[in-house]
């Protein structure tokens, strides 16, 4: 039987990207997700963009709760809200990924030491094959790129596959 996979991008959304602190590495984060974004639709595979919504900075339906306007977007692109960090813990995502056979994940998106990292050890704990592209997830604190590093490793040593882009192009 064929693997299914979908990429699930976490929160890129652009209030995230204009806060005081900005996101590290941003122009390089964006530009990473976007060549995965193309290769997920060559393929034909799923495209889930997770979007947080709360009551202060990322309100449902204003600009900041948009996705960043640089990231590809297509109509047929499956959209979630979340209210909380962990997407699993919501069923929303779980159900539709259930409803489509999809047994593969590929993560990307913000925050790493946040959502990123709670999607990829939920996901990891109720079955899913989880993959974490390294450089296109990231964070808007100042010790980022030590964030990045220490989250890669721990969640390598927990069983999640760690790949940057340009090697996941060379494996998909």
């Known amino acids: 039987m064929e693997k299914k996979r979908a990429l699930i991008i976490i929160d890129v959304q652009q ?70 960090s962990d997407v699993f813990k919501e069923k929303t995502l779980i159900n539709y990924l259930k409803k489509e056979g999809i047994t593969n994940l590929v993560i990307a998106g913000l925050v790493t030491h946040g959502c990123v990292q709670a999607a990829c050890l939920s996901g990891k704990e109720l079955g899913f094959n989880i993959t974490l592209i390294n450089d296109a997830q990231s964070n808007f604190n100042k010790n980022a790129k030590e964030l990045i590093d220490h989250w890669n490793k721990n969640l390598e040593n927990q069983g999640i596959s760690i790949f940057s882009t340009n090697e996941f192009t060379k494996i998909i």
């Open 15 to 84: 209030g995230l990207f204009e806060k005081k602190t900005e996101v590290y590495n941003s122009d390089q984060l964006i530009a990473n997700i976007n060549t995965i974004i193309d290769i997920f639709r060559r393929t034909e595979n799923k495209i889930v963009f997770i979007q947080y919504t709360n009551k202060s900075s990322l309100i449902k339906g204003s600009m900041d709760w948009e996705i960043h306007p640089e990231i590809k977007v297509l109509e047929q692109d499956i959209r979630i809200i979340k209210n909380k």
